[in-house]
């Protein structure tokens, strides 16, 4: 089944094409790694599969929702980017909690405000899911009083807390510290072993081989190679991958 | 001390006015200050425009001319209103312009990672700004907010010209009969002082309450 589908979603910077008529796929239980240079759009790419870019053409399917690109911000299509975006756990580099909030209360926001679940069952699920990233203990701590890769873990548990169809990562790991990049890589495999659906930019080499079912290495805006990380780092048939890999 | 003992009670009594006018237009400025600003930076052009032209025109414009235009000049428009009421709507509408100016800042001041955030999970504009960026922005507000307010409660003062008994014209008025202005002025800035200071310490106190989140 298919999760996500885009046909051709082109992306324009002024006069820079940073996404050019890009056709991608991803089905039920996948885990896709996008890689490439800095500047390729991998990370425009992911912004526009939920609209926070906004692509100047092309189509965008998450699940049975489906929005045009480049058309006006009326009503309805906000309602339906809305309907996607509730259906698609996004987690930034920079991780994005929300300072005023403790982890817990972070985690109940979408449930209790978007969902409007009873709030005494939002934190029982907010629990449940900062249990599941191993911070349940810290779950009445301000994101001032966490590290970086135990705040990067609390917002895996806020983009899980819509239960959403497919989870995308924007370079989780590339604001963190080496040694707090492995609790965060170890909270997206055990989430990959449950089956969920992942869309993962990110420049981790070791996490591709052992988790994504296909890599897609994209630059100047095109998807230039697409296989299982074994045929993309073992055997690029594409220069540019081959230069990329070095 | 007789002159202490008799000029005190009716300077106290006039503080109380001070305290209200200040208070009441508080009030109102904060309401006004709020809306103006989430007009300024919504994408409703008309709001935006109005919400710029109101901020222009009362910072632009000296107070006294303002409360001058609202007590002597819209009664020629058959809009009467009485001292007080005028008074509080000038300082109303006087800091509003202000502190609409501290809160567009601070709205825009809040991360654009925020607003990504709330959007991500499917939160509406209202679902955002109300549990997220408003929120993060009156922590960032109150020390501009705290400045206007100090203003605000010494050009109280103004309103005096209109025949208000605050505490300005009711030292005027004591000393019109005492001939004591050294005496009876000097204890007029030293019941401002306390007042602001009160308001001030107050406004203080709010500002590490919401800042409890970044403490570590």
Known sequence: MEVIKLENISKRFGTNEVLQKINLTVNKSEVVVIMGPSGSGKSTLLRCMTFLAEPNSGVVRIGQTEVKAG??????????????????GFVFQQFNLFPHKTAIENVMEGPLIIRKMP?????????????????????????????????????????????????????????????????????????????????????????A???????????????????????????????????FLQ | MSLLAESLP???????????????????????????????ISKIKVLKAIASVYVSIFRGTPLLVQIFVIYYGLPQIDIQLEPIPSGILALSLNAGAYL???FRAALLSVDRGQHEAAVSLGMTYGQMMRRIIIPQSIRIAIPTMSNTYIILIKDTSLVSVITVTEL????????AKTFE????????????????????????????RTSKHLVQ
């Open chain 1, 71 to 88: 058309e006006k911000m009326k009503g309805e299509r906000k309602r339906l980017i809305r309907d996607i975006r509730q259906n698609t």
């Open chain 1, 119 to 207: 709030k005494e069952k939002a934190r029982a699920f907010a629990y449940s899911l900062l249990e599941k990233v191993g911070l349940s203990e810290r779950c009445d701590h301000y994101p001032s009083q966490l590290s970086g890769g135990q705040q990067q873990r609390v917002a895996i548990a806020r983009a899980l807390s819509m239960e959403p169809m497919v989870m995308l990562y924007d370079e989780p790991t590339s604001a963190l510290d080496p040694e707090l990049v492995r609790e965060v890589l170890q909270v997206m495999k055990n989430l990959a072993k449950e089956g969920m659906t992942m869309v993962v930019v990110t420049h981790e080499m070791g996490f």
């Open chain 1, 209 to 243: 081989r052992e988790v994504a079912d296909r890599v897609l290495f994209m630059a100047d805006g095109v998807i230039v190679e697409e296989g299982t990380s074994h045929e993309i780092f073992n055997s690029p048939k594409e220069e540019r991958t081959k230069r």
């Open chain 2, 10 to 40: 009716p300077l106290l009594t006039a503080t109380l006015m001070t305290i209200v006018l200040a208070v009441v237009s508080m009030l109102i400025a904060l309401v006004l200050g709020f809306f103006t600003a989430l007009a300024r």
């Open chain 2, 100 to 102: 609409s100016e501290s």
């Open chain 2, 168 to 175: 300005l014209q009711m030292s005027s008025l004591i000393i």
């Open chain 2, 181 to 208: 202005p050294l005496t009876i002025y000097l204890i007029a800035a030293a019941i401002y002082w306390v007042v602001i200071t009160f308001f001030t310490v107050l406004l203080d106190r709010m500002e590490k």
